[in-house]
């Protein structure tokens, strides 16, 4: 999805949950729903598809490549899709984490 522009589009969100991890630009709702595959968040279970942030064909071209390098390594995709299939884009989830910010800011007061 290189998208110059996303409110929050609900593609990345389904493509998750059925087990095929996106390849997106870093931009809107894109950013904040896929988590970039890298040693980091794949060691912390976080990693949920293939972000890339310059609008160029060139960022696109590396994205699709380092999806590629990862599906051959074999295991390495299995616990991608798991990630993904295990995000919460749910209302309730949403709900906690409005409800966290604002008992947050109430005990600033």
């Known amino acids: 999805m ?16 059925y087990g095929t991890p996106p390849i997106v630009r870093a931009t809107g709702g894109l950013a904040d729903t896929v988590v970039d595959c890298n040693p980091a968040t794949l060691a912390d279970g976080s990693a949920s598809g293939f972000v890339f942030c310059e609008p160029s064909a060139a960022a696109l071209l590396a994205a699709v490549a380092r999806a590629a390098s990862v599906w051959r390594e074999g295991a390495t995709w ?6 993904g299939m295990a995000r919460d884009f749910g209302w309730n989830a949403s709900a906690r984490r409005y409800a966290g910010i604002y008992a947050g800011l109430a005990q600033g007061r």
């Open 2 to 17: 290189p998208s110059r522009f996303e409110p929050c589009g609900m593609n990345q969100m389904y493509s998750q949950r």
């Open 78 to 83: 299995p616990a991608l899709q798991r990630n």
